[in-house]
């Protein structure tokens, strides 16, 4: 890197197992159709707020490769007794051995995401052919379904097929590329015509592989990966379990949380899909309500549920502007200024969390009995005003100022404890660095940096 700034380092590649959302996104895809209510598997979460496909978070346990025993068990029945699974996994009409090798050899390649080697295609048969004779034609194809949706070249995204570059790098093969792009973009395993790309070795080039890309993100699938992919790179779930005052703001409930992540992930997955850009994430003043939203945003009731409508865009654009983001970084009874500054350096600019001193305190800051009226910002300017505080939170609270207009649940407000507010800052360190005045022009400098551009890549 030091030689060249513009090499492309390779990290480590750990096998990865299929998360709870990829194995029922892949057994329902595999299948075809609808498949059993399937056991619930431990969940995949790792650290509050990372990745949920993490692969050094992916580890097995015990609970769960008994959950995925009885999974595949139920499965490999539904192999048989669905016709429409049946359809989709047997390919011959017959119950011969013929038409038994034909259903490794096709299931297998799907199952797997890669054709099977001739050893795997004689194991498989032997087992299949095994069942056959002892029990019947349905038994075979049930117990090879049930076994194959145990084997780790199933459940785990094993890339070790291409050739050896060095003793610590292997090119990624034809159908190891379809999975990387299938599971990025659909979170689910390759279709027939990306698994026939990576046949006919129709992957090599950036622009066969964009091609690929931009058929995927037609597809319905993507629109429920894009969702997912924002919701855990923004942390949207957080929000879901915020409280508030209820004297301070009534309208708060499990209702207004749930239509809060909504509504940020419909202005997101919107813009992705509808032909946005990043600085539109940062700058658009367009917004889907339902009656929750729409009252938070102090706007009319729409006449169907999810209208779009354009917020105004003096006090709302973009989605750090959005009750989501504002209610997920505050306390119960006002908004937080370090919360909100670190997000913003986390999540959008992809830098490490600064750790305060042992010492600091992090309590919510308030006012001495004998001191006047205070706003927000005046309670927290005095608690980090030590040196020992300066050194992060003058960057910290460089941001996390500019969204002193929005109260504990987003609502936007021009005073603050009868004073008015000051939402101005400093954004440092994203490139295109200046003075800004509130969150729509703090939004519009994080739309057009280059940091938050390979951030959000």
């Not at 295609?121 to 075979?140: H, K, P, Y």
Request: with cysteine; charged share 25%; hydrophobic share 40%.
């Amino acid at each position: 890197m030091c030689d060249n700034p513009d090499a492309i380092v390779l990290g480590s590649a750990p096998a990865r197992r299929l998360t709870n959302a990829e194995y029922d996104n892949t057994v329902r895809d595999l299948l075809g159709g609808d498949i059993p209510r399937l056991p619930e598997q431990p969940s995949d979460a790792g650290l509050q707020g990372s990745f949920e496909n993490d692969a050094l978070s992916l580890g097995p346990s015990d609970v769960r490769v008994a959950r995925y025993e009885a999974a595949a068990t139920l499965l490999g029945a539904h192999a048989v007794n669905s016709a429409t699974a049946r359809d989709r996994v047997v390919p011959c009409p017959t119950a011969d051995a013929e038409c038994g090798r034909q259903f490794v050899e096709t299931f297998g390649k799907r199952a797997f995401r890669r054709p099977l080697t001739d050893d795997e295609l004689d194991r498989w048969v032997g087992f299949f052919e095994s069942q056959r004779a002892s029990i019947d034609f349905d038994a075979g194809v049930q117990l090879t379904v049930a076994a194959m949706l145990q084997a780790p070249q199933f459940l785990y995204r094993l890339e070790n097929e291409g050739s050896e570059i060095n003793a610590d790098q292997f090119e990624l093969s034809q159908h190891e590329l379809a999975s990387r792009l299938s599971y990025l973009l659909w979170e689910t395993m390759p279709d027939d015509e990306l698994l026939a790309a990576a046949a006919a070795g129709d992957l090599e080039s950036d622009v066969q592989l964009e091609a690929q890309a931009r058929r995927l993100l037609t597809n319905d699938r993507a629109r429920t990966a894009v969702r997912n992919f924002h919701r855990q790179w923004l942390y949207l779930d957080r929000v879901l379990g915020e409280d508030k005052l209820p004297e301070l703001v009534p309208m708060w409930s499990a209702g207004a949380r749930e239509s809060a992540k909504e509504e940020t992930l419909l202005f997101i997955e919107n813009t992705f899909l509808g032909g946005g850009t990043v600085n539109d994430l940062f700058t658009s003043n367009i917004a889907y309500v339902d009656d929750v939203m729409a009252q938070l945003y102090d706007i009319p009731s729409p006449t169907e549920p999810w209208s779009q409508v354009e917020l105004d865009p003096d006090e709302r654009a973009g989605l750090l502007s959005r009750i989501a983001f504002l209610a997920g970084n505050a306390h119960d009874a006002n908004g937080s200024p370090p919360l909100r500054g670190v997000y913003v350096m986390e999540r959008i600019l992809c830098e490490t969390r600064p750790s305060p001193p042992a010492s600091a305190d992090v309590s919510t800051p308030v006012a001495a009995p004998n001191q006047g009226p205070m706003t927000n910002r005046d309670l927290f300017e005095q608690r980090v005003a030590p040196s020992a505080c300066q050194g992060c939170h003058v960057r910290i609270d460089g941001f996390g100022y500019g969204f002193e207009n929005y109260d504990a649940a987003g609502l936007f407000r021009a005073e603050d404890n009868g004073l008015p507010v000051d939402a101005s800052g400093f954004a440092n360190g994203i490139g295109n660095d200046a003075d800004y005045d509130g969150a729509v022009e703090l939004q519009a400098l994080l739309g057009e940096s280059d940091v938050v551009r390979g951030c959000v890549a």
